[in-house]
């Protein structure tokens, strides 16, 4: 099936890819600050121009592979397919931002909707100073300044990690699967996917995995696609054993070609956030790894039984051992982060240096500051497009991350 008309086609970490969205980095990295730069899950502050153009070199590399590259404020501005449905997306977007005050929703009510769509979605992602408003309205931003408490120079916080393409949401198969998001911060970002899905021409009708009202937490960066029948999803910081059993229910149950989860119990720190900071895959049968994690790392089998109810077993073993048995290979090689070296290993992966986006079997989008890992790569045969990337790793991701891949070939 290698049609690109079908809207989402995703059976593999691996083969070429055809469409895959991304966001170029705006003003909401102009609207990070020290104090809150922590609860906005960053490290640092990126130098806005810098990081456009790391990300710009991104995006043409992925198009020189081959790529068509899609960027989420088109797909957003192009799903508010008329007024009443703009008005929609504005008013959930000041309930998730808990703007309650009545006047303060409506200076910023005008303010969105005196924008054409585009542009408004670009403001709400960069979120919006309270000095904007007094631009706009000086006599009523009194009256808001009044009934809101404290020096908070926001009135909507900004959305810095929307770059992060990769966890908001996640195609899977022919599928999407919406996600709740383990914080809130983040949380917010799944409203755009949620109205792509709901009212983009090409893309409303696609089956749904997963969405953003579950209750328990589920991020795309948790996610990998290992072949057409399995699944690996991560027990994470971010990703909950319940939300996997409830993937596990429709994409075992409704996809097509799904068999297997498996579920990699991985350790809980804000460096291993999600599997893809400490496991990709690179080829066949070659995936990038992590060595800390070797050791510490579970892996359960989950299969519907022939009454289509829920095995679950824990696995023992090598990782190496595991892999090759469920994806059927005779060999399998892990590629550990920094050559393995203790002190390699942990700068590197911090960087993300074990988070590779494969763009074609054997060959995969790395970070050029890794360079250990990319030459230990290479010496495995793996072609490598290295980018730049000063300014896009203070966000704690790589390019796995900041890619949601929308249509791959099969292999
Ligand atoms: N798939 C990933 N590893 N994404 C990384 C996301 C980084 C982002 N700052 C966060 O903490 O959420």
Redesign the pocket.
């Known amino acids: 099936m290698n049609d690109l008309e079908t809207a989402i086609h995703n059976t593999s970490e691996i083969g070429r890819l055809r469409r895959v969205l991304l966001h170029r980095p705006g003003q909401e990295l102009e609207n990070l600050m020290p104090e809150y730069m922590e609860r906005?899950?960053?490290d640092d502050i990126p130098y806005l121009q810098e990081a456009q153009r790391e990300h710009d070199a991104f995006a043409d590399c992925l198009r020189q592979s081959g790529a068509e590259v899609v960027y989420l404020v088109d797909l957003v501005a192009a799903s508010l397919t008329d007024d009443a449905v703009k008005q929609e997306l504005v008013r959930q977007f000041l309930d998730e931002a808990e703007v309650r005050e009545q006047r303060a929703r409506e200076m910023l009510s005008e303010l969105f909707l005196s924008l054409p769509n585009r542009e408004m979605v670009s403001q709400m992602m960069a979120g919006v100073r309270k000095s904007q408003l007094r631009e706009t309205d000086q006599a009523r931003l009194k009256d808001y300044l009044a009934a809101t408490a404290g020096d908070y120079p926001f009135v909507i916080d900004p959305m810095?990690?929307l770059y992060?393409t990769?966890?908001p949401f996640a195609t899977i198969g022919r599928g999407v699967s919406i996600h709740k998001?383990?914080?809130k911060?983040?949380n917010r970002e799944t409203l755009f996917a949620k109205f792509i899905f709901k009212y983009h021409p090409e893309y409303k009708s696609v089956p749904r995995w997963y969405d953003r009202g579950e209750t328990t937490s589920l991020?795309?960066?948790?996610i990998l696609i290992l072949s057409p029948e399995v699944l690996a999803v991560g027990i994470s910081q971010?990703t909950q054993e319940d939300s996997i059993d409830a993937l596990a229910d429709t994409v075992l149950t409704d996809s097509p070609t799904f068999k297997k989860i498996l579920a990699f119990n991985i350790p809980k720190t804000?460096s291993f956030?999600?599997l893809?900071?400490v496991f990709t895959m690179v080829d066949r049968d070659k995936f990038t790894v992590h060595p800390n994690i070797l050791n510490d790392i579970t892996v359960y089998v989950m299969e519907l039984d022939e009454n289509r109810k829920m095995k679950i077993r824990q696995e023992e073993g090598r990782l190496e051992d595991i892999l090759k048995e469920h994806l059927g290979l005779d060999k399998v090689t892990l590629l550990r982060c920094g050559e393995g070296d203790e002190i390699d290993a942990a700068r590197e992966q911090w960087n993300?240096g074990s988070?590779t986006l494969a763009v074609a079997p054997g060959e995969v989008v790395v970070y050029a500051r890794n360079y250990v890992t990319n030459r230990l790569l290479e010496e495995h045969g793996i072609k490598i497009h290295t980018i730049p990337s000063a300014e896009l790793s203070r966000?704690?991701?790589?390019p796995?991350?900041?890619s949601m891949p929308l249509w791959r070939e099969d292999l």
């Open positions: 906005l899950l960053f810095p990690n992060f990769r966890d998001m383990h914080t911060t983040r991020e795309g960066g948790d971010r804000r956030m999600h893809d900071t993300d988070n966000g704690r991701g790589g796995r991350c900041m």
